[in-house]
């Protein structure tokens, strides 16, 4: 059986057969693996991913990982072991440790079930030792390790504990490291999951075998065991791969028919002939790891959408847009060499094997059609936030919050209707760009009481006619409308015309607030949901309830149709409230009227009569409920893709010329978007309105057939 892997454009493409580089004993052997992906997680990242999962999605994810090449470096160089018996010389190669997730120097030693451990063996053209393999192995160790039990407990079969285990594997291998660097075979680290007889001779249900656990003597910790069913995997298991082609008296030959020949099968076996030469693994059905990502692209930009899909091979796909198939879009990978607004809307892939069908969560394409100059920009790839003000504020006058610039959050899970999943790029991001800033309150210290951050633009002003846009995930713990979890609700902040000396929050008793902002819930936890504020240059800011006259809200409770619209089920967690996915946001103002935007669609609307008109702009995070959110690290905002654009930007009238046949031409040249009216003077004095002219080129022509035999003037003016 063989098992495939099609995955983002991150991950590089695997191929769909079973090999590895290399001749049978000729020269170093190596693993056929994609190359490490430079987003991938690290061990110790991987391990944060799996802390909680459930055994089959845990195994899931790890079969993902080495499959799409999340593997060090050293550990895809095989490792050749050379015996003998009955007159007979064998050589086979296996993994210098066993089986390693992650980075070169942070990897994880990952315990797994035999049905996973074969499965990947299959996969890569391996197979699993027997017990005698396993004492060969060790003999020709040059990192001979000693045993590191942790007491027995009902935890050795969690993450935590694989955790805490590996940190004292790691810390031994070391100490050998100037000697012995990675890429040394290593034994005595771990106990084997091992191939024998009593696969078939132990009665229903299906166990898992070990074996080994050397000492310094020799001697083993573990002798053959198949005590657990095939679903058990403790901190002490280790997977080691042998690679299925071996010699034999320098002939080419495998090990599974070595196992089943009786003259050879002591080469490998002390059983004799081996019946039971790998498990059994059931076939395995399309499942979608990681859905395309949402896309948002300039006129005329390719748009590329992938999904990291696993299952047996071969997988089919079929891309559908709208729900729709799109004609043609059978690949791994479907994209849009030139998008254009018409090409906007909802993309998914459905993968399918003769196991089943799986089809992905959905994404959004848009396509811009403006393009205002930036005033102010921060994509937090890189720096400390110099370019940032924090303020914060507590009901307890105890600092309560935790900001982090330039924060990645590639490796960073999260769990969308109970399925875990890995925060993918912003919309606005090029891929593989994952950083972003991080807000959190209310859930560092022990101390429960409302708090809130505020960041505010350092040394920036704006004012007149510009609008702040950005890049929002607002994460929550638990499930829909935060199940299973506490303190769950906490708003994302965003406003403009603001000081930037004051916290701005719902809080009571302030001195002293300021500026226009807007608030929102991730989950739906509160009465009002979506709610807009007002600065107080002598107090705490005023709410805006009421009518929508007053508020300029929509509504203000997700549960309004408007909102469970605008956040439907399938792509939200919480129908019609925004957590849990990326959503642009905008806050604009011009000629007066101010709007709040989510994913593009006006939620809030009113005229600016205030004294704030112009000042900085502020991005936060409160929380004005006393609870801590449990479990903590669930709870957090980010920002990416900050933009305070320019809504009025310079118009340049150039290029004129005039035709023999009168007709006039000149260039318009402003940002792409921008809205105008040409107009056209014989005298200077009074004006001809032409056309409105909205740019869909950042320079675009204009055509005029003026008066004959007269001079023709131009301006363009909004």
């Not at 089919?316 to 709208?322: D, G, I, P, T």
């Amino acid at each position: 059986m063989m098992t495939a892997l099609q995955h983002p454009a991150s991950w590089p493409r695997l191929f769909l057969g079973v090999a590895l580089l290399g001749a049978a004993g000729a020269g170093a052997q190596t693993l056929s693996l994609p190359p490490r992906p430079e987003t991938a997680p690290t061990g110790s990242q991987l391990t944060n991913l799996l802390w909680q999962l459930p055994l089959a999605e845990r195994e899931r994810w790890l079969y993902a990982q080495v499959i799409g090449g999340n593997v060090p470096g050293w550990w895809r160089h095989l490792r050749p072991v050379t015996v003998t018996a009955g007159g007979h010389t064998a050589t086979y190669h296996v993994t210098p440790d066993y089986l390693a997730v992650g980075a070169e120097d942070d990897y994880f030693l990952a315990p797994m079930t035999p049905v996973l451990a074969q499965r990947l063996a299959d996969r890569l053209g391996c197979s699993l030792p027997t017990r005698r393999m396993v004492n060969q192995i060790w003999t020709s160790a040059a990192v001979q390790m000693t045993p590191q039990p942790i007491a027995p407990s009902p935890e050795m079969t969690t993450v935590p504990v694989f955790a805490a285990h590996n940190q004292l594997v790691r810390a031994q291998r070391d100490t050998f490291t100037n000697t012995h660097p990675p890429g040394a075979l290593v034994a005595g680290n771990k106990k084997d999951v091992v191939l024998s007889n009593e696969l078939t001779n132990r009665p229903p249900p299906p166990r898992v075998f070990i074996y080994g656990w050397h000492q310094p003597d020799g001697s083993v910790i573990q002798p053959l065991s198949g005590v657990h069913e095939e679903t058990y995997a403790d901190y002490s298991h280790g997977i080691r791969l042998v690679r299925m082609a071996m010699t034999v008296n320098g002939s080419a030959n495998t090990v599974t028919n070595v196992l089943a020949t009786p003259a050879l099968a002591a080469l490998l076996s002390d059983e004799g002939v081996l019946g039971a030469r790998r498990y059994p693994v059931a076939p395995l059905a399309p499942v979608v790891m990681v859905p395309p990502r949402s896309r948002t692209v300039a006129r005329g930009e390719s748009a590329a959408f992938d999904a990291l899909v696993i299952g047996d091979a071969p997988l089919h796909h079929q891309w559908l847009r709208e729900g729709t198939p799109i004609p043609g879009a059978t690949n791994a990978a479907f994209a849009l060499a030139n998008a254009q607004p018409a090409d906007a809307g909802l993309y998914a892939v459905v993968a399918s094997n003769s196991a089943g069908a799986a089809t992905s969560r959905v994404a959004w394409l848009r396509v811009r059609t403006s393009d205002f100059p930036a005033l102010r920009a921060d994509d937090f790839e890189t720096g400390i936030g110099t370019n940032w003000n924090v303020l914060w504020g507590a009901a307890n006058g105890l600092p309560d919050y935790t900001v982090d610039f330039a924060f990645d959050y590639a490796a960073t899970p999260f769990t969308f209707n109970g399925v875990t999943a890995l925060i993918p790029p912003a919309p606005n991001s090029p891929a593989g760009h994952t950083r972003a800033v991080r807000l959190t309150v209310n859930n560092n210290d022990a101390l429960a009481a409302p708090a809130a951050v505020n960041l505010c633009a350092a040394n920036f002003s704006a004012g007149g006619n510009f609008a702040l846009r950005f890049d929002l995930w607002l994460n929550y713990p638990g499930g829909a409308g935060g199940a299973n979890a506490t303190g769950s609700t906490e708003f994302s902040l965003c406003g403009i015309n603001h000081t930037g000396t004051n916290v701005n929050w719902a809080a009571a008793g302030l001195p002293a607030s300021d500026g226009i902002w807007f608030a929102v819930s991730g989950e739906g936890g509160a009465a009002a949901d979506y709610r807009s504020f007002l600065g107080n240059p002598a107090g705490g800011p005023v709410e805006l309830s009421g009518s929508p006259a007053a508020s300029g809200l929509v509504a203000t409770n997700h549960t309004a149709a408007f909102f469970q619209t605008l956040f439907p089920a399938g792509r939200f967690e919480t129908p019609g409230a925004p957590g849990k996915n990326w959503v642009e946001v905008e806050v604009r103002q011009f000629n007066g009227l101010l709007t709040w935007r989510l994913d593009g669609t006006v939620v809030a609307q009113r005229t600016n009569a205030t004294a704030f008109t112009n000042g900085t702009v502020m991005l936060g995070v409160m929380d004005p409920f006393s609870s801590i959110a449990s479990p903590a690290r669930d709870a957090f905002v980010l920002f990416d893709n900050v933009r305070v654009e320019d809504l009025v930007p310079a118009i340049t009238l150039g290029n004129p010329a005039r035709f023999p046949d009168g007709t006039v031409s000149f260039s318009l040249v402003s940002a792409l978007g921008d809205s105008f009216m040409v107009e056209r003077s014989t005298n200077l004095l009074t004006w001809l309105p032409l056309a409105t002219v909205a740019l869909t080129n950042s320079t675009q022509p204009f055509h005029d057939a003026p008066p004959p035999g007269v001079a023709a003037f131009y301006r363009a003016r909004r």
